[in-house]
């Protein structure tokens, strides 16, 4: 059964790090791409970029370039979402999606992450 | 604004049919493969309709996907309450900024 399972909720004050995780199972990690995606509370999803987990080839959406890493260790099936310096307007849910010819045929249960002084 | 435009909000009664449609432009639905989801109250999305108009293992047929020219739609027959629901519309945009897009999501409401 292929499984998408993803780090628990965290609350970070704005200013500090944060990684999230996404570690796959039930199929061969390194033969899809894994994306996250972002969903602000009450809003759409919207698509953060995506991580190639065989080499950790990376593309990333203009909106997000910049502001978060998407990494992956391979060796454990695992693929990361990152922020160097957390804001407010990080306050979402974020989903990994494993990517099949351009659609997401799985989905993670999803992380909490809530920014607040 | 998203990419792709859906309408906010659909409703119908229990049984019947309901449409959603999602418009695009050529850079996305024009010269790619569509895709919906559904998201229930407080769960992740999940994958109903790949490539246009295929289902995956364990859809079920009152699930239908469309597509023409720029436009997509999604079709729901013999509507239960069980499926209310947010409904999204997705696929690739290769414009100079190629990345995955997503219609702004339409409330399904069961009346």
């Known amino acids: 059964e292929v499984q998408l399972v993803q780090s628990g909720a965290e609350v970070k004050k704005p200013g500090e790090s944060l990684r999230i995780s996404c570690k796959g199972s039930?199929?061969?990690?390194?033969?899809?791409?894994i994306s996250w995606v972002r969903q602000m509370p009450g809003k759409g999803l919207e698509w953060m970029g995506r991580?190639?987990?065989?080499?950790?080839?990376?593309n990333y959406s203009p909106s997000f370039q910049g502001h978060v890493t998407i990494s992956a260790d391979k060796s454990i099936s695992t693929a990361y979402l990152q922020w160097s310096s957390l804001k407010a307007s990080d306050t979402a849910m974020y989903y990994c999606?494993?990517?099949?010819?351009?659609?997401?045929?799985?989905w993670g249960q999803g992380t909490l992450v809530t920014v607040s002084s | 604004q998203s990419v792709l435009t859906q309408p906010p909000s659909v409703s119908a009664a229990p049984g019947q049919k309901v449409t959603i449609s999602c418009s695009g432009s050529?850079?996305?639905?024009?010269?790619?493969?569509v895709s919906w989801y559904q998201q229930l109250p407080g769960t992740a999305p999940k994958l109903l309709i790949y490539?246009?108009?295929k289902r995956p293992s364990g859809i079920p047929d009152r699930f239908s996907g469309s597509k023409s020219g720029t436009s997509a739609t999604l079709g729901i027959t013999g509507l239960q309450t069980g499926d209310e629901a947010d409904y999204y519309c997705?696929?690739?945009?290769?414009?100079?900024?190629?990345?995955?897009?997503f219609g702004g999501g339409t409330k399904l409401t069961v009346l």
């Open positions: 997705g696929t690739w945009d290769s414009s100079l900024s190629a990345r995955q897009v």
């Open positions: 999606a494993r990517n099949t010819r351009g659609h997401f045929d799985y």
């Open positions: 050529s850079s996305n639905i024009g010269n790619n493969y």
């Open positions: 991580i190639d987990p065989s080499d950790s080839y990376t």
């Open positions: 490539e246009n108009n």
């Open positions: 039930g199929y061969s990690f390194t033969s899809y791409w």
